[in-house]
C-alpha cells in the first residue's frame, strides 16, 4: 500500500466550506476528477486504487463536443491532452488477406480528441496528485454510515471516517455491491467481451487501423505512439462467462481458443499477446440503476451509468459525471442530500441519451451469423457514397452535448 498526500486548499472557491472529507474509490478517470473538482471547492478527497499504481494501457478513449470540452478546458488539461492525441485517421476493413475493402472515418469513432486511456489516466493523477491523498493497493470492505459520517475499513489499511463516499470503481463496483446491492441487478451484459493489450507494430501501420469481421468475431490493429506500438483488440460473442476477472492466464487461453481458426493476423497478435505489457479484458455491459446515491454514498461513471465500452462515451460521462457531483455538492454547501439529488436530476437524461449510444452497437461490431457479418462488410464499403453517411457520427455529437453544464466556480464566487 503506498500513499502520497499533500493537503492544501489553495485553490478552494471562495465562500464554500472547506476540508469536508470525501472517500472516491478508484483512480481512472472519474476518481481523479471528482477530485479535482472537489478540492477547487474547498474539500479534502482521499483516492484509494485496488491496483498498487496508476494503472497505465488500454484503448484509446475519445472525447467530443463541447460539454466535454469545456470540462478539460475548466482543468487546465486541454493543452496536455492535445499533445498526447492519437491522431488516428480513418479505419479499413479488411478482407482476409489483409486488403482494405472499406474505410470508416476518423470522426466516427475517434470524436474531437482522441487520446490513450493511460495517458488520460496520468494527465488526470498529475492534475491532482499536489492536493489528492492517494491510497494504491488498497479497497474499501465495508461501509457503515451513522448521523455524521461513514465509517470505512479497508483490506489493507486501518479503518478511517469521511463525511462522504463515492464510487468511482468502474463496471464491476464494489462501492455499489457494498451499498446497493449484488452486480447482477444492476449490469446488463450486452453479449460481448473484449480484450485489448499492446504490441508491436508489425504492420507499419501510419496513424490507422485494420479490422477484420467475421461470425461472432473481430479483431483489429491500429497503431499508437507516433507508429511506434500498436493496440491489438479482440472482441467475441459470447453469454457471461463464470471467470475469475483476475485470472490473466485464464483469460488469454479462452481468447485464444475462441480465435483459432480465425485468419488473417488473429493468430500471430495471440502469440504476442503474452508478451504483451499490458491486458485488458472485460464483458461490455451497461450500468442501469434508478438511484445513484444512497445515504452518504454516491456513484460516479462507469460505477453509476456505465454505457458500454463500444458507446464511445465511457470517459467523456465520467468527467461530465465527476464535474457536475462536485460542482452540486459545493453549490448545497455540503449538503448531500440536496446535492446528490440534484446531481442526479443535471445527469440523468444525459447519462441515458450516451447509453443509447452503446445499445445495438454491440450485435453490429460484432453480427452472431456469418450472413449479416458479410452483409455489413459490403455495407461498410458503400456507406461512404450514402446520403447518411455522416449520420451516426451527427448522432454521438449530440448525444455528448446534450447537457448545459452550470460554471458552478463562477456562480460561487459571485455569491
Ligand atoms: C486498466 C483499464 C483499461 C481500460 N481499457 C479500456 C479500453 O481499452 N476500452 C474501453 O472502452 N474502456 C476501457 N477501460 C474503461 C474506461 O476507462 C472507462 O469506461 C471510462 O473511462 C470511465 O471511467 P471510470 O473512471 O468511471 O471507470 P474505470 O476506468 O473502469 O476505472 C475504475 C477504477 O477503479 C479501480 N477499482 C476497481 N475496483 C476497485 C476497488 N474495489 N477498490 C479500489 N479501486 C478499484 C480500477 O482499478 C480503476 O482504476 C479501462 C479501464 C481500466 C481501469
Not at 478508484?26 to 483516492?47: C, E, K, N
Not at 499504481?53 to 488500454?58: H, K, Q, S, V
Not at 488469454?252 to 497478435?269: D, P
Not at 461530465?320 to 448545497?332: D, I, R, S
Request: glycine fraction near 10%; charge should be neutral.
Amino acid at each position: 500500500m503506498t500513499h502520497t498526500t499533500a493537503n492544501t486548499a489553495a485553490h478552494a472557491t471562495a465562500g464554500v466550506r472547506s476540508a469536508r472529507t470525501v472517500l472516491i474509490s478508484g483512480a481512472s478517470v472519474a476518481g481523479p476528477a471528482l477530485a479535482y473538482w472537489l478540492h477547487r471547492h474547498g474539500f479534502a478527497p482521499t483516492i484509494v486504487e485496488r491496483a498498487p499504481a496508476l494503472r497505465d494501457g488500454g484503448y484509446a478513449v475519445d472525447f467530443r463536443g463541447e460539454a466535454h470540452m469545456a470540462v478539460l478546458r475548466r482543468m487546465g488539461v486541454l493543452d496536455e491532452l492535445r499533445a498526447a492525441r492519437t491522431g488516428t485517421g480513418s479505419m479499413s476493413y479488411v478482407n482476409a488477406a489483409g486488403k482494405p475493402q472499406a474505410k470508416l472515418p476518423a470522426d466516427l469513432f475517434a470524436g474531437d480528441l482522441e487520446v490513450l486511456r493511460g495517458d488520460l489516466a496520468r494527465i488526470l493523477h498529475d492534475a491532482t496528485k499536489e492536493h489528492t491523498e492517494y491510497v494504491f493497493g488498497d479497497s474499501v470492505t465495508s461501509l457503515a454510515e451513522d448521523a455524521d459520517g461513514v465509517h470505512v475499513t479497508f483490506e489493507r489499511g486501518a479503518p478511517r471516517r469521511f463525511d462522504l463516499v463515492v464510487g468511482a470503481d468502474g463496471l464491476h463496483s464494489r462501492t455499489r455491491s457494498l451499498v446497493f446491492g449484488p452486480e447482477e441487478h444492476f449490469v446488463k451484459h450486452l453479449g460481448v467481451y473484449c480484450a485489448i493489450f499492446t504490441t508491436d507494430n508489425h504492420l507499419g501501420l501510419d496513424r490507422t487501423g485494420h479490422a477484420y469481421r467475421t461470425a461472432n468475431r473481430l479483431v483489429a490493429v491500429y497503431s499508437a505512439r507516433e507508429n511506434t506500438e500498436a493496440k491489438a483488440v479482440f472482441y467475441f460473442g459470447s453469454p457471461l462467462l463464470d471467470l475469475d476477472r483476475r485470472d490473466v492466464t485464464r483469460q488469454q487461453t479462452l481468447l485464444t481458443e475462441r480465435f483459432a481458426g480465425n485468419g488473417w493476423e488473429s493468430e500471430r497478435l495471440l502469440e504476442r499477446m503474452r508478451e504483451a505489457p499490458d491486458f485488458y479484458f472485460d464483458s461490455v455491459g451497461q450500468v442501469r440503476m434508478d438511484g445513484w446515491s444512497r445515504g452518504r454514498v454516491a456513484l460516479v461513471g462507469d460505477a453509476a451509468y456505465c454505457p458500454s465500452s463500444l458507446s464511445g462515451m465511457g470517459s467523456g460521462l465520467a468527467l461530465v459525471g465527476a464535474y457536475v457531483l462536485a460542482g452540486e455538492l459545493a453549490a448545497a454547501r455540503g449538503d448531500h442530500r440536496t446535492a446528490f439529488a440534484r446531481y442526479e436530476r443535471e445527469m440523468r437524461a444525459y447519462a441515458e441519451g450516451c447509453q443509447k449510444m452503446g445499445d445495438g452497437v454491440a450485435r453490429l461490431m460484432v453480427p452472431e451469423s456469418r450472413l449479416l457479418a458479410g452483409f455489413l462488410n459490403r455495407y461498410y464499403k458503400v456507406m461512404p457514397y450514402l446520403p447518411g453517411r455522416n449520420m451516426p457520427a451527427r448522432i454521438a455529437r449530440k448525444a455528448a452535448e446534450n447537457i448545459t453544464l452550470r460554471d458552478y466556480t463562477a456562480e460561487l464566487t459571485a455569491r
